[in-house]
């Protein structure tokens, strides 16, 4: 974990990190990496992955359609729309 | 040393299911924008996605058509990347345990066969439609896709040409639909492909680097966006440069292909377990009864056509090589005896038809129906051969209905002998040199009073009768 790391997560999941803050951020992340680094200290060849920590199998749906149209609710929660699209900045040039 | 080719693709499949794969929105096709989009598609805070069984059965299916293992517990992971028409920020899929795993089919090309081997074949939910053209300075976002299942369905990287690519990725549709798990449809974007080309000494026994070409929807471009993109790496790496591992964008109307995203933004999708599923399990009394429902493929459909109705192997070739043309092929023949008066039309007259147009028999206006309806009518005499080619024809450019193009146009067989005869006798007398030319040992005279026949009759009589009618007359 360095600052250059950092600085690409930081960009990966679009939070922006306050200037100065970065050196901050890298020792707190590399502490928690640390710590959490330890669980490899346990021998886990013969265990299977876990996926979830819930031991249980997922519920599952027939097939059938349920949902409504929300078209206009939907959209009216959106920061912008118009009367038939959710509208972003443009995406490509 | 000559370079080689080596090309994986990666065939994303829709899957026709008729919910989404975590929600009860519809998946159908062309709705009005944003009209099938459910809380759960729309990712808003606190719901819960439920996974679709019906899309894990089709999966499967899949799996144990290709000789797949079927992980009957598989789990979901988040792939996570920011873009307007994915509004949780992560696409649901199945990256550390597939349903489907280590398959294969055959591809045919040039009349050899080669086995191509399928390293997985996942599920995932697609995303939502942005449209870039619409609106000024704007993205328009369309959710009604977002959610929708797909089956990934991951090739090992053994293709070795365009020519190959294009079969096996023809081979998967023909397997898809024949399994009725997505409709095939390349136009409305069930399926689509990324292709995976990179290029090596032929010595060489690493790969070289490879460039993925995204979502080519045609087997047209696959062909010319593969060897545009071979020729591109030769020169690359003949000029000493080398090539990068990047995605590119095939351009159709330009031919080429081009690099889409800039270097600095390297893709980097930090795959965990989607905490929001526990993992899917199928039981052995699910698993076994997908087996048991499995439909007739296409090369056991070739087989049996060969062996129990007699086709030539090139005629079951043909009809068992789409589903509809297979489905035509069975459904008329319940409507005649003769089965194979049904291969003839649809490898000749229909298959030249398709041919000319270019186009596969789903796009074309002849339906299942109405081809049997073709089929009875040649076989109860109502219409000569040479009647229902032009029928075909008129119901090639409107799709009309066979029966009524008969009545409309007048075409019934002249059944009733004595009319024939009134008009062969009438043929004969106005025709005095040829009978006597005919009768002087001109055999071959006796085709041009059939054919003066036909004529009168607009080509309504049968062909055999009017035969016996003027060799009575005549001989």
Redesign the interface.
Same mark, same amino acid.
């Given at each position: 974990m360095d600052k250059k790391t950092v600085t690409t997560i930081s960009y990966l999941s679009r939070l922006k990190i306050d200037d100065g803050k970065e050196e901050k951020i890298t020792k707190d992340l590399k502490n928690i990496i640390n710590f959490v680094d330890q669980l490899n200290d346990v021998d886990t060849s013969n265990i299977e992955p876990l996926t979830n920590p819930l031991e249980k199998t997922a519920k599952s749906r027939t097939d059938e359609v349920t949902a409504k149209n929300l078209k206009k609710e939907l959209l009216k929660i959106a920061p912008s729309s118009n009367e038939d699209y959710f509208l972003v900045p443009r995406v490509v040039e | 040393m000559s370079w080689e080719t080596v090309i994986g693709l990666e065939i994303h499949a829709q899957l026709s299911?008729?919910?989404k794969l975590f929600? /009860? /929105?519809?998946t159908k096709f062309g709705a009005?924008?944003?009209? #099938?989009?459910?809380?759960i598609d729309?990712g808003l805070p606190g719901v819960l996605p439920?996974?679709?069984?019906?899309?894990?059965y089709k999966a499967i299916r899949f799996g144990l058509a290709t000789g797949a293992n079927i992980n009957q517990?598989s789990?979901f992971d988040r792939k996570?990347y920011?873009?307007?028409d994915l509004p949780k920020g992560y696409q649901i899929t199945q990256m550390?345990?597939p349903i489907v795993e280590k398959g294969s089919i055959k591809i045919t090309v040039d009349n050899s066969e080669k086995i191509i081997n399928i390293t997985r074949a996942h599920l995932e939910e697609d995303a939502g439609k942005?449209? #870039?053209d619409?609106?000024e /300075?704007?993205? /328009?976002?369309?959710?009604n896709r977002a959610g929708t299942p797909l089956l990934e369905i991951v090739s090992e990287p053994e293709i070795s040409n365009a020519k190959e690519a294009v079969a096996y990725f023809k081979a998967i549709r023909q397997l898809v639909t024949f399994l009725d798990i997505c409709d095939g449809n390349m136009a409305q974007g069930s399926m689509r492909c990324d292709v995976n080309v990179s290029i090596k000494k032929s010595d060489d026994k690493e790969l070289g680097t490879r460039a993925e070409l995204k979502n080519i929807n045609s087997f047209k471009f696959i062909e010319k966006a593969i060897n545009y993109e071979i020729e591109r790496q030769i020169k690359v790496i003949e000029s000493g440069e080398s090539v990068v591992q990047e995605t590119r964008l095939y351009d159709s109307e330009k031919n080429e292909t081009r690099s889409m995203r800039s270097k600095e933004e390297a893709n980097?999708y930090?795959y965990f377990?989607c905490?929001d599923?526990?993992?899917?399990?199928i039981s052995n009394k699910e698993l076994q009864e997908i087996k048991n429902n499995l439909p007739e493929l296409p090369e056991e459909k070739e087989h049996r056509y060969v062996k129990e109705i007699n086709l030539e192997e090139s005629e079951a070739k043909i009809i068992s090589s789409s589903k509809t043309m297979a489905n035509m092929f069975e459904e008329a023949s319940t409507k005649t005896d003769d089965a194979k008066l049904v291969a003839k039309w649809l490898v000749g007259d229909v298959s030249a038809l398709l041919n000319k147009d270019n186009i596969d028999i789903d796009e074309s206006n002849l339906t299942s129906e109405n081809f049997g309806i073709l089929i009875e009518r040649i076989s109860d005499s109502t219409i000569s051969g040479k009647i229902a080619k032009s029928v075909l024809e008129e119901v090639w450019k409107s799709g009309s209905n066979v029966d009524k193009i008969i009545e409309t146009k007048g075409l019934i067989q002249i059944q009733d002998e004595s009319v024939l005869e009134e008009i062969a006798k009438k043929v004969v007398e106005s025709n005095p040199s040829q009978v006597t030319a005919y009768k002087g040992g001109k055999d071959k005279l006796f085709g041009f009073f059939v054919g003066q026949v036909m004529k009168e009759t607009q080509g309504k009589a049968n062909p055999q009768t009017v035969n016996d009618i003027l060799k009575n007359i005549l001989d």
């Open positions: - | 299911t008729k919910s929600s /009860g /929105g519809s009005e924008p944003n009209t #099938h989009v459910d809380l729309m439920v996974a679709n069984k019906e899309a894990f517990t789990s996570n920011f873009y307007p550390t345990k942005s449209i #870039h619409l609106f /300075g704007e993205t /328009g976002v369309d959710l980097d930090r377990p905490p599923l526990l993992p899917v399990v």
